[in-house]
């Protein structure tokens, strides 16, 4: 595990450093402000939380999930802040490393593709330890589930039980967003939060403790 984490470390060095988006478009404008990557995760983390990308509360303070949707998904996950930011059990790892800037109306833009072709795989890769997966949004789902998300978020979430058993490496769930703007659809789909979640904490809670 030592040789693991004295490789990981220089990548999340070079991915904190990392201005591809502002300096080196590739896809669209160059980022409008300066970058500031979100990247936690360490060797021998057993959870993955791969959500979309840094919102302006995350963007100011560096912290991931530092917010209310970070206390929802804390909520659904079963965990403490404590045990959430511990990068030694959970990595969390978005598909865009810095805030990407919002539209006309406010509204955050996707993650931009420059992390994802220069970073993710390699990311992935020394992650070697992982059981669990959390992949939150369209654009995680659309990463970590090969190409067998449906066109839907509802969809794929509704065959999570599916997905739970799909890879024999991993144990995955694909999540909506925790943000408050989704309330009304966790309210829709009560299967939710009466069957989805008790078994995602339990799995976390194995995950966690090293059971099988």
Same mark, same amino acid.
């Given at each position: 595990m030592t040789g693991r984490k004295n490789f990981l470390q220089p990548l999340l060095k070079d991915i904190s450093a990392c201005r591809i988006c502002r300096d080196r478009p590739k896809y669209g404008p160059p980022l409008p402000h300066e970058p500031r990557?979100?990247?936690?995760?360490?060797?021998g983390a057993r959870i993955l939380v791969a959500g979309q990308a840094p $919102?302006?509360?995350?963007?100011?303070? $560096?912290?991931p999930f530092n917010d209310?949707?970070? *206390?929802?998904?804390?909520?659904?996950?079963?965990?403490?802040?404590?045990?959430?930011?511990?990068?030694?059990?959970?990595?969390?790892?978005p598909m865009g490393f810095c805030f990407p800037g919002q539209d006309k109306r406010?509204?955050?833009?996707?993650?931009?593709?420059?992390?994802?072709?220069q970073w993710h795989d390699q990311v992935f890769a020394e992650l070697k330890d992982?059981?669990?997966l959390l992949v939150i949004g369209l654009y995680a789902q659309d990463y970590y589930l090969g190409g067998k998300a449906s066109r839907s978020l509802t969809?794929?979430?509704?065959?999570?039980?599916e997905?739970?058993?799909?890879?024999?490496?991993?144990?995955?769930?694909?999540?909506?967003?925790?943000?408050?703007? *989704? *309330?009304?659809?966790?309210?829709?789909?009560?299967?939710?939060?009466a069957e989805l979640l008790p078994q995602l904490r339990a799995d976390i809670k194995s995950a966690l403790t090293g059971a099988n």
């Open positions: 990557p979100v990247c936690v995760a360490e060797s $919102g302006t509360r995350v963007y100011e303070t $560096g912290i209310t949707s970070g *206390n929802r998904l804390r909520d659904w996950m079963g965990v403490d802040r404590e045990t959430f930011y511990d990068r030694r059990r959970i990595a969390i790892v406010g509204a955050d833009l996707p993650p931009r593709r420059e992390c994802r072709e992982l059981q669990l969809e794929t979430v509704e065959r999570w039980r997905f739970r058993h799909a890879d024999s490496r991993h144990i995955v769930y694909p999540l909506p967003h925790p943000s408050w703007r *989704n *309330n009304g659809w966790i309210k829709k789909h009560r299967w939710f939060e």
